[in-house]
């Protein structure tokens, strides 16, 4: 008997957003006879899931066999303020829908008498905005024809400016204007935040005066302008006291914490969708990243890394101790983290497995009397302060000469492979 083939398939809804709130249904349909048959809810296909925390903006599941499939996707815009019924009418409820159809390929597998291992390697593909767009379109086909040639590359996209002939070093694409209080200038709840594809602006649209100051309230509302061009791309209005907004490193989500409301409200980064809330309030300071499809955030920082599960509302600890410089390379979570006052160790966390890797570093512990002849006391606050592709970091911490709160400052280069610690420099400082 002829063993099944499935496909594991998902598909993603990456309308932009004004900050509505999205009803979504998912309905799919096989080839058929040159064209497509009817269609079916996708739900109904083997191992289908949800995989965007409840609200069907991302869902994946397993396709029998080869061949091409159409996918049609139903949008109802849901109301999540507080309004009666009643008094909303069935027009009131904007809708719509679009089709997309793909197709799944059978890659001809690479015979040998002697086992083959695919060789790993990060391709970035650079190009400018709309280019990148469209290649992005045959990801998957490149992907497949990498395989086949035993290349398993882990495929990012780079996207180029154009030159401005006025100036080889800025060029001025739009003036932004957004609300401050008097007392917001001191507060983190209105301010800007950007990356790779777009410039963040958190504001307030009401004013109100306490005593001599003059303060934003709620509503308040992100808008996200277009970094290569400053158009408005997406908004997404927060109803709560104080926002602040925070990037996903891996560049999924925006989430905006709601110390008041004891929440943070999960949203797309690319269109600005209402993803879903979780209970749980960021603290500043903390990094953020996600894993295993987006479905596990992981908070770094100095009580260590904290992994949430967006679907089961589940949270645990990873590491415990202080854990600095966190940054993504070669598909990993890589850190610096501390324990005790002074040993480093060099980490780096698999956020698909969560799988970790600790590599001690040359210990601190002892050698202050080659580094630093003058009479004094321990050094603190040791801090790693940078961390190059190869591990090394370099170290920085001050210690107490005299009663005068005279200190000496030093910074140290930690060397991975030659296990060593060489003095950078020292300098008396005065609090």
């Given at each position: 008997?002829?063993?099944?083939?499935?496909?594991?398939?998902?598909?993603?809804?990456?309308?932009?957003?004004?900050?509505?709130?999205?009803?979504?249904?998912?309905?799919?349909?096989?080839e058929n006879n040159g064209g497509f048959g009817a269609f079916d809810a996708l739900?109904?296909?083997?191992?289908?899931?949800?995989?965007?925390?409840?609200?069907?903006?991302?869902?994946?599941?397993?396709?029998?066999?080869?061949?091409?499939?159409?996918?049609?996707?139903?949008?109802?815009?849901?109301?999540?303020?507080?309004?009666?019924?009643?008094?909303?009418?069935?027009?009131?409820?904007?809708?719509?829908?679009?089709?997309?159809?793909?197709?799944v390929v059978n890659i001809a597998p690479k015979v040998s008498i002697t086992p083959?291992?695919?060789?790993?390697?990060?391709?970035?593909?650079?190009?400018?905005?709309?280019?990148?767009?469209?290649?992005?379109?045959?990801?998957?086909?490149?992907?497949?024809?990498?395989?086949?040639?035993?290349?398993?590359?882990?495929?990012?996209?780079?996207?180029?400016?154009?030159?401005?002939?006025?100036?080889?070093?800025?060029?001025?694409?739009?003036?932004?204007?957004?609300?401050?209080?008097?007392?917001?200038?001191?507060?983190?709840?209105?301010?800007?935040?950007?990356?790779?594809?777009?410039?963040?602006?958190?504001?307030?649209?009401?004013?109100?005066?306490?005593?001599?100051?003059?303060?934003?309230?709620?509503?308040?509302?992100?808008?996200?302008?277009?970094?290569?061009?400053?158009?408005?791309?997406?908004?997404?209005?927060?109803?709560?006291?104080?926002?602040?907004?925070?990037?996903?490193?891996?560049?999924?989500?925006?989430?905006?914490?709601?110390?008041?409301?004891?929440?943070?409200?999960?949203?797309?980064?690319?269109?600005?969708?209402?993803?879903?809330?979780?209970?749980?309030?960021?603290?500043?300071?903390?990094?953020?990243?996600?894993?295993?499809?987006?479905?596990?955030?992981?908070?770094?920082?100095?009580?260590?890394?904290?992994?949430?599960?967006?679907?089961?509302?589940?949270?645990?600890?990873?590491?415990?101790?202080?854990?600095?410089?966190?940054?993504?390379?070669?598909?990993?979570?890589?850190?610096?983290?501390?324990?005790?006052?002074?040993?480093?160790?060099?980490?780096?966390?698999?956020?698909?497995?969560?799988?970790?890797?600790?590599?001690?570093?040359?210990?601190?512990?002892?050698?202050?009397d080659e580094i630093e002849k003058e009479n004094i006391y321990e050094y603190f606050?040791?801090?790693?302060?940078?961390?190059?592709?190869?591990?090394?970091?370099?170290?920085?911490?001050?210690?107490?000469?005299?009663?005068?709160?005279?200190?000496?400052?030093?910074?140290?280069?930690?060397?991975?492979?030659?296990?060593?610690?060489?003095?950078?420099?020292?300098?008396?400082?005065?609090?």
């Open positions: 008997m002829q063993e099944l083939i499935f496909a594991s398939i998902t598909v993603e809804d990456s309308t932009k957003s004004d900050g509505d709130v999205f009803e979504r249904t998912w309905m799919y349909a096989p739900e109904n296909q083997a191992e289908y899931k949800n995989v965007a925390a409840g609200t069907n903006q991302k869902v994946s599941f397993k396709r029998e066999g080869v061949g091409k499939f159409e996918i049609k996707l139903h949008v109802k815009e849901k109301w999540i303020e507080e309004t009666l019924p009643e008094f909303i009418k069935p027009q009131e409820y904007l809708e719509g829908e679009g089709k997309a159809q793909s197709c083959i291992e695919s060789a790993q390697a990060d391709l970035v593909i650079v190009g400018s905005e709309s280019a990148v767009e469209e290649a992005k379109k045959s990801e998957t086909r490149l992907q497949s024809e990498l395989i086949e040639k035993g290349i398993d590359a882990n495929i990012s996209w780079l996207k180029m400016r154009k030159t401005d002939s006025n100036s080889s070093y800025y060029k001025k694409i739009a003036e932004i204007q957004y609300t401050s209080g008097l007392y917001d200038m001191f507060s983190n709840s209105v301010y800007m935040l950007s990356d790779e594809d777009y410039v963040y602006s958190m504001s307030s649209a009401v004013l109100q005066t306490e005593r001599e100051y003059t303060v934003c309230s709620k509503p308040y509302q992100l808008i996200a302008n277009n970094a290569f061009t400053g158009m408005q791309e997406w908004s997404f209005t927060v109803n709560e006291d104080s926002p602040v907004a925070y990037m996903d490193k891996n560049g999924r989500y925006v989430l905006i914490s709601c110390e008041a409301a004891k929440k943070t409200i999960l949203i797309a980064r690319k269109s600005g969708q209402y993803i879903g809330e979780i209970p749980i309030v960021i603290k500043r300071g903390k990094e953020i990243f996600s894993g295993q499809g987006g479905n596990v955030l992981y908070f770094v920082g100095l009580e260590g890394i904290t992994a949430y599960n967006i679907a089961s509302r589940l949270s645990k600890k990873i590491t415990q101790s202080e854990a600095y410089l966190a940054r993504l390379q070669n598909r990993s979570l890589q850190f610096v983290e501390k324990k005790g006052q002074y040993q480093f160790y060099y980490c780096s966390l698999n956020l698909e497995s969560e799988e970790l890797t600790q590599i001690p570093y040359p210990s601190f512990d002892g050698k202050f606050s040791l801090i790693p302060v940078s961390m190059d592709i190869n591990g090394n970091i370099v170290v920085s911490g001050k210690k107490m000469v005299s009663s005068n709160e005279r200190y000496v400052f030093s910074s140290w280069y930690v060397d991975m492979a030659q296990r060593v610690i060489k003095p950078v420099f020292s300098r008396y400082i005065t609090d």
